[in-house]
């Protein structure tokens, strides 16, 4: 799978009541990159901060373009780009044009105050790179199931995560969709971002509220448009039906699509709905909601390993989690086997919060496939999601306390072997005194005794 086989479709519309359009998009399809920006701010100031954000970004990026071709390659060596590298080059592309918008409205009055929403897919190879910031939006269709990829930061989102107040009290607000982040507003915006592998068929709606909007009731109507085989009737379905129901807004358009939508990889498929359906089984991971298990995913590696070969020696100091997603690993400590690990097992969760030996050999038994997790990645969600790094942290905190728990039940168990064995070493005693045996009888049951 290549930029080649991705296609699309744009459109953009004016609406039935704005004068003009301030929605901008972009699609770049030799760089696999489409963004769509919805600007904001009087006097057409919005159509400025759209534009030139898309402009902005797309520029930067196209610097990029053997950073993004190194990540394609699965370069090596100091030319070993990660997704990490990546998602650091879309960041910075987004900050860059918040710059430039934030810098040409303080050189006109008119202007000031504007910015831009922005949401941007970048796919390379067989996975898409996703930012986001205001409360334009991202949907997915895979298999005929339609899932909203980003998170509006608006008002609402905000005092719903942090549970500032009862979400009847929220949805009374006034201001409630009033965006809390947009590019240009403020020199530096804090985006989103999102990574997720791809697999035939898929098909991605990137959108203006002037669309979204109009189907938040009708989820199962957009994703029905949005499965129309033909891109391009689909986008001009998505248009006329939000010119249909008001068109307050303009209205944006643009789906990308990986392959054929109506042909399917099963076995690719399957495997990543595999990923995520073991980690969301998973005690730690097992509050998150789908776009957080996502967010996780996208720090995860999957490695394969041969029959016999060590993934962890006893002693040795990591910073990974595994999890199994296919065949066996068994468990060893100081040559004895202790355990058998089957897909959905997991070992090695407390080296992602300390550095510590590990306390055993895990060899695979068989071939088999692993997802890892490394401790430097987890913390960059730590330190970027704290709705999740709460609900990260006090699974952890769970997980110590079944593990103290099981410590205490073991370690009361060996204290009655230990009293058991103090009594009967008392039953015969040792005493140079007395070469007399004394033997301890318990008393005979109620129904041998005399009387």
């Not at 997704?83 to 008119?110: G, P, Y």
Request: aromatic share 6%.
């Amino acid at each position: 799978m290549n930029a080649t086989e991705v296609k699309f479709a744009a459109l953009t519309d004016v609406g039935r009541v704005r004068d003009q359009n301030e929605d901008n998009f972009l699609v770049d399809k030799k760089l696999g990159l489409f963004i769509v920006c919805d600007g904001m701010g009087g006097h057409a100031a919005g159509e400025v901060a759209s534009a030139l954000a898309v402009r902005t970004v797309h520029e930067e990026i196209k610097k990029q373009s053997d950073l993004l071709q190194d990540y394609a390659n699965l370069a090596k060596g100091a030319a070993k780009v990660t997704k990490r590298d990546i998602l650091n080059m879309l960041e910075f592309a987004v900050n860059r044009a918040s710059q430039r918008v934030h810098a040409e409205a303080v050189k006109d009055t008119k202007k000031r105050g504007m910015g831009t929403t922005l949401v941007c897919l970048l796919v390379i190879g067989t996975q898409a790179f996703f930012i986001y910031v205001g409360d334009s939006r991202i949907y997915m269709l895979r298999d005929g199931v339609l899932e909203q990829l980003t998170e509006d930061h608006t008002v609402y989102n905000e005092l719903i995560k942090r549970k500032k107040m009862p979400r009847e009290q929220v949805e009374q607000l006034a201001q409630k969709n009033a965006i809390t982040r947009a590019v240009g507003v403020y020199e530096h915006v804090e985006p989103d971002t999102l990574v997720l592998d791809l697999t035939a068929g898929d098909r991605f709606l990137l959108c203006s509220d002037g669309l979204c909007g109009y189907f938040e009731e009708d989820l199962e109507g957009l994703g029905k448009r949005l499965a129309n085989p033909d891109a391009e009737v689909a986008c001009k379905s998505l248009v006329d039906a939000a010119n249909e129901r008001g068109g307050k807004d303009n209205i944006t358009s643009v789906i990308v699509t990986v392959g054929d939508v109506t042909v399917r990889d099963e076995t690719r498929a399957k495997q990543l709905q595999l990923k995520r359906d073991i980690l969301a089984r998973m005690p730690l991971f097992r509050p998150l909601n789908d776009r957080e298990i996502l967010r996780v995913l996208q720090v995860t590696d999957v490695c394969d390993y041969k029959n016999g070969e060590t993934i962890i020696s006893e002693g040795d100091k990591g910073e990974e989690l595994y999890i199994v997603l296919s065949g066996h690993a068994t468990v060893m400590r100081n040559g004895a086997e202790l355990a058998t690990l089957n897909a959905g097992d997991h070992f090695g969760e407390m080296a992602l919060v300390r550095s510590q030996p590990r306390s055993a050999t895990v060899r695979s038994a068989g071939n088999s496939e692993l997802m890892v997790i490394r401790r430097s990645e987890f913390f960059e969600i730590l330190r970027k999601e704290h709705q999740l790094a709460v609900k990260l942290l006090w699974q952890f905190l769970g997980v110590l306390a079944d593990r103290l728990a099981d410590t205490s039940r073991e370690l009361g168990a060996a204290k009655e072997e230990l009293a058991m064995e103090d009594v009967s070493g008392d039953i015969f005693s040792d005493d140079d005194d007395d070469n007399r045996k004394t033997l301890l009888i318990p008393p005979p049951p109620p129904s041998l005794r005399g009387g």
